[in-house]
């Protein structure tokens, strides 16, 4: 009963930029920490950026400086905008975000994910 949809994917030339958002919704007691995962083609899935509740956050070194992680605690909706796009940066790209849910009286943490949306950066 929680979904995180994707959207803001394409195909842009290097240089270039590209927002992403994700969205979560469904039965949410609190989220905890938003992240955004990529994985190549033949690569292994990476951390990109991820922010906490409390707004901290943290890069991937390969994205420093040109990607910027944001959020929306009101929308549960978490953003990542990317500039000075590089081929190096094609990739699946998903949103994860850690969730708390109300079960029963009870507190129940679990990791979601969103179906990934392809960044497509052409030199």
């Known amino acids: 009963q929680v979904q995180l949809v994707e959207s803001g994917g394409g195909l842009v030339q290097a240089g270039g930029s590209l927002r992403l958002s994700c969205a979560a919704s469904?039965?949410?007691?609190?989220?905890?920490?938003m992240g955004w995962y990529r994985q190549a083609t033949g690569e292994q899935r990476e951390l990109v950026a991820a922010?906490?509740?409390?707004?901290?956050?943290n890069y991937a070194d390969s994205v420093k400086g040109r990607f910027t992680i944001s959020r929306d605690n009101a929308k549960n909706t978490v953003y990542l905008q990317m500039n000075s796009l590089k081929p190096e940066d094609t990739a699946v790209y998903y949103c994860?975000?850690?969730?708390?849910?109300?079960?029963?009286?009870?507190?129940?943490?679990?990791?979601?994910w969103g179906q990934g949306t392809q960044v497509t950066v052409s030199s």
């Open positions: 469904g039965s949410i007691f609190s989220i905890n920490t």
């Open positions: 994860n975000a850690r969730i708390e849910r109300l079960f029963f009286g009870r507190l129940l943490g679990s990791d979601y």
């Open positions: 922010v906490t509740s409390g707004g901290s956050t």
